[in-house]
């Protein structure tokens, strides 16, 4: 769709515990973005229960709509387009946002657009990085997914890396269950790694054979809980700090060497030198400076989200849905939330 005016989308997240609207002009410019974590509900439970999360985003979807529209100063009228995530996620949580973004364009006669979760997750790039444009490689790192990608534009991708086993945000959630923090515990983890002391352990780094640019963490995740384990049962299943957080400094050397290796090979392979890392664990900042290093090493321009475009947000889902808009790349009323929604190749 051709047009010389602003284009404003009101991006609707709520595939997880996060109850998030925002609206976006022209794909780039956050005007507002509102979101009610439910972190301190979940963590009494030790992870997301799927029936509280969706029971709170029918309580709370209301008021975070009246609040986006209000901070960003605009009426419903305004809007060009409801982009709203249909996929991957829990299925109750989903289907509050599809089924708020299909009411509002029934009564509005706004047209609404179904968006992929991780497809906003690399749009989150967009936000922060205004002069960024594909083709570039997307290293996806987060809570259920990792991923290597070449984004060969707005609208195409190619998958040239999976995780065969735990996403890379799933293994440190659970190390750091076992090593005692709260959900989420990707963050503490990386908090007690800046306190850790290297040399002090040593643990393994996932390899697929003939597979260079997949990715595996069970084997990593499985020999880190052993080390705990054991170190345990001969303390009187105590574990001092200190190596808590030598264990949480090499569990993240592991990682980083995972990521960072794969993701220059690629770009090297396909001579693109832009990379832009999104995703929760993108938030990690020995993770994102030690790409960015290798990147500047290597003359490859290196992009990452603002952190609170990092982990779920709608913003990414309104420039995700701005470019489905300029192609014109609607859905229909039919479209159903799909928990499993796979992220794929795009022609
Ligand atoms: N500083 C950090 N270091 C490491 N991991 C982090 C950090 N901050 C957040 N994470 C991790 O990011 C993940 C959450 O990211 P995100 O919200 O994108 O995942 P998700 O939406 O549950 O999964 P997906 O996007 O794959 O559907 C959690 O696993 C969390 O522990
Ligand atoms: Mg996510």
Do not use: W
């Amino acid at each position: 769709m051709k047009t010389n005016k602003d284009i404003l989308i009101l991006g609707i997240e709520s595939s997880c515990d996060e109850t998030s609207i925002s609206i976006v002009k022209n794909g780039r410019d956050v005007l507002s973005n509102v979101t009610n974590s439910q972190i301190d509900i979940h963590k009494l439970y030790g992870g997301v229960v799927p029936e509280i999360a969706s029971r709170n985003h029918i309580i709370n979807i209301d008021f975070v709509y009246q609040n986006a529209l209000s901070k960003a100063n605009i009426s419903i009228k305004d809007i060009n387009a409801i982009a709203v995530t249909y996929g991957p996620g829990l299925i109750g949580s989903l289907l509050v946002g599809l089924s708020f973004a299909k009411g509002l364009s029934i009564a509005t006669k706004i047209p609404f657009i179904g968006i992929n979760h991780i497809e906003g997750h690399i749009a989150s790039n967009y936000i922060t990085n205004t002069d960024l444009q594909p083709p570039f490689i997307a290293l996806i790192v987060s809570g259920g997914h990792t991923n290597l990608v070449h984004v060969i534009n707005y609208n195409s991708f190619k998958i040239y890396g999976s995780t065969h086993d735990d996403a890379c945000g799933e293994a440190y959630d659970k190390i750091a269950r076992v090593l005692g923090f709260e959900y989420p515990g990707g963050p503490k983890l990386e908090k007690a790694a800046l306190n850790g002391i290297n040399g002090k352990f040593s643990f393994p780094r996932g390899e697929i054979k003939n597979s260079p640019y997949d990715f595996t963490y069970s084997g990593l995740k499985s020999h880190v809980i052993n080390v705990i384990h054991n170190i345990k049962q001969k303390n009187n299943y105590s574990i001092d700090n200190q190596t808590i957080n030598d264990i949480a400094l090499e569990f993240e050397n592991s990682i980083i060497d995972s990521l960072v290796n794969r993701t220059i090979n690629l770009s090297k392979e396909l001579n693109i030198n832009k990379v832009a890392i999104c995703g929760g664990v993108s938030a990690n900042n020995a993770i994102k400076n030690s790409l960015k290093n290798e990147c500047l090493n290597n003359n490859i321009s290196f992009f990452s989200p603002d952190i609170k475009y990092c982990t779920d947000n709608a913003a990414m889902i309104a420039s995700a849905g701005y470019y489905e808009y300029i192609n014109e790349n609607f859905s229909s009323l039919d479209l159903n939330a799909d928990a499993n929604l796979e992220f794929k190749d795009k022609e």
